[in-house]
């Protein structure tokens, strides 16, 4: 293992996220204060409770994934597009590392900057809304795993895209919308039934799911599929993300 | 010796259908100043990527220092550093951090007092702290050099170092080159400039089109370059030459109306002035006379334009 390698670059992104602090920390925070202030403080008192729970505090758990998926795969995307799209790939690629070791270093670095991200957000909605975390452990396994699984899918985006706009296009066009059908702001009980099994193949649905049961000890769908299908996920993007270094898919000619 | 490259039979298509390289055979001994000339388009960074890593091998095989590029490409590409053609920069990063991440991506644990005596050495000391788009070009390219010699490569390959580069920093290049040089790495570089491989090379090698159409130790090319001829457009054909005139050893044309005299143009004495001399009293007049020296340059068109 080149174990200086993978430092050097999982410090050079960090670096990247120090230098950028405004952005990297800063806009997702306010954007998500923005929805504890609308749907949380606004809506949310007028509305019903759910499970038992408080909508402001119900809706936690799936603002923290939303930022987090959002977060993961742009910041892994960009990580890898940067250096392709100024060149100084060549590096990277000439340097005596294994694939997996690049990825550790680039995939290490988005996963780490978006679970900090997830506990800011936690702690500034904790502002807005009393929530007790009830497990804990578990909790922080989700969110880890939930980081890695997809700034390993930004990295995908970020070798596939061959344009800025291509770089956008994924979490606009694909991630946004699955997260807001995947029970941010509702339970999937609470659809028509036809929905309700249609739904199921959002993968969002088994992360957010599971994450509430973190919270509040209630879930939609069956903790351990959701643990199961997160970690299909992970092991999918692994297997493409293997197949792109042996390929050379868009990164060697 | 082992040499420091070994390049057997390489080959390499592009998905667009070019046929970048087309069998290269060349070897690269260790400690040695090797000049890859040839015009754009010939293959060069192709075969440089290749070896590097960057590009994938088509067919055949290359080692460095005897480790396989492809099952042994850790300890192959640890030996080498790379300064490409183009200024790829981390453009917001600071000279010191991009210099810093370049020793430990391959491998190498910190070591600032080696970084500070490198950046010394190319004048770069001074604008560590300065972000990388702040810079000059000169600068920049320093900083690529930087680099490139971050991790203590044993060999170094420049691809075309001194395309757009000012006066200065080309001295400071050769210097740093010869520098290296004493202390043992193997460089190669690329080049279109014959002056460039002229100056600096120990051998020189000549592509075109994806194939080696000569390798030659500078010295034996620069000994073909002192040659000079003279051609003397006689009178009346000649039979045969006297034997009296066998010391200058000339050609005779096919058709006995040109008579050709190769002499060293670096020597002090070239026999030209008796030459006619003997010319006159053995009654041979000629009407018209040429000299000519081939250059690199002649060669290298010559050969280029051989195989198009």
């Known amino acids: 293992m080149n174990f200086y390698a993978i430092r050097a670059i999982y410090l050079f992104e960090l670096a990247r996220t120090w230098r950028t602090l405004m952005q990297s ?17 606004a809506i949310g008192s007028s509305m019903v409770q759910i499970h038992g729970i408080d909508y402001a505090a119900f809706i936690v758990p799936g603002l923290v994934m939303l930022a987090l998926l959002t977060e993961s795969i742009s910041n892994a995307a960009f990580g890898i597009y940067m250096p392709k799209y100024s060149g100084t790939i060549y590096e990277v690629l000439s340097a005596p590392i294994s694939s997996f070791e690049i990825v550790v270093g680039y995939v290490g670095a988005a996963a780490t900057k978006s679970v900090i991200l997830g506990l800011i ?5 904790r502002l807005f809304v009393t929530f007790e975390i009830e497990h804990p452990l578990w ?19 970020g070798i596939w895209a061959d344009g800025w706009e291509k770089l956008q296009i994924v979490p606009a066009l694909i991630v946004t919308p699955l997260t ?33 049961w973190c919270f509040y000890g209630v879930s939609d769908v069956n903790v351990a599929v959701s643990l199961g299908m997160t970690l299909l996920f992970l092991g999918g993007c692994l297997a493409i993300v293997f197949w792109m270094f042996k390929t050379g898919y868009r990164l060697k000619s | 010796m082992q040499p420091a490259i070994s390049i057997q039979q390489l080959t390499k298509s592009y998905a667009s259908g070019h046929h970048a390289l087309k069998g290269i055979d060349l070897d690269i001994q260790k400690g040695e100043i090797f000049a890859l000339l040839g ?88 604008k560590r702290e300065a972000r990388i788009f702040e810079l000059s070009g000169g600068m920049k390219r320093r900083v690529m050099i930087a680099k490139a010699l971050s991790h203590e490569p044993d060999i170094l390959f420049l691809d075309e170092p001194t395309a757009g580069v000012d ?20 460089i190669i570089l690329t080049t279109h400039y014959i002056e460039e491989a002229e100056e600096m090379a120990d051998r020189i090698g000549v592509i075109s089109k994806g194939e080696i159409i000569l390798v ?5 090319l620069m000994d073909k370059l002192g040659k000079k001829q003279l051609r003397l457009i006689l009178q009346r054909p000649l039979q045969s030459i006297p ?31 008796e030459l006619l001399r003997h010319l006159g009293e053995h009654g041979i007049d000629f009407k018209d006379l040429q000299s000519s020296q081939s250059s690199l340059e002649d060669i290298f068109v010559n050969l280029v334009r051989g195989r198009a």
């Open chain 1, 25 to 41: 920390i800063a806009t997702p925070v306010i954007s998500t204060s923005l929805y504890f202030v609308v749907f949380g403080s």
């Open chain 1, 121 to 125: 957000i936690m702690l500034t909605a």
């Open chain 1, 139 to 157: 909790m922080l396994l989700f969110l880890v795993l939930t980081a890695v699984t997809f700034s390993l899918f930004g990295f995908i985006v």
């Open chain 1, 180 to 212: 807001f059908l995947g029970g941010s702001f509702y339970s999937i009980s609470m659809l028509p039934p036809v929905w309700q099994k249609i739904t199921l193949f959002n993968p969002v649905v088994y992360l957010i799911s599971a994450f509430r």
């Open chain 2, 39 to 126: 015009p754009n388009g010939a293959g060069k960074t192709t075969l440089i990527s290749i070896v590097c890593g960057i590009v994938n091998p088509g067919g055949g095989k290359v080692s460095v220092d005897g480790h396989d590029i492809l099952d042994d490409y850790r300890l192959a590409r640890a030996k080498i550093g790379l300064v490409p053609q183009e200024l790829f920069n981390d453009a917001f990063e600071s000279v010191w951090a991009t210099v810093k991440f370049s020793r430990g991506l391959f491998g190498k644990g910190p070591n600032p007092a080696y970084l500070e005596k490198l950046l010394r050495d190319l004048s770069l000391w001074e």
């Open chain 2, 167 to 186: 006066v200065e920093l080309r001295r400071d290049m050769w210097e740093m080159v010869r520098g290296l040089r004493e202390r043992g790495v193997t």
């Open chain 2, 216 to 220: 030659e130790d500078k010295a034996v």
């Open chain 2, 243 to 273: 034997p009296a005139l066998d010391a200058y050893a000339l050609e005779l044309s096919a058709d006995g109306n040109e008579l050709v005299y190769t002499f060293d143009a670096q020597r002090q004495h070239t026999g030209i002035a």
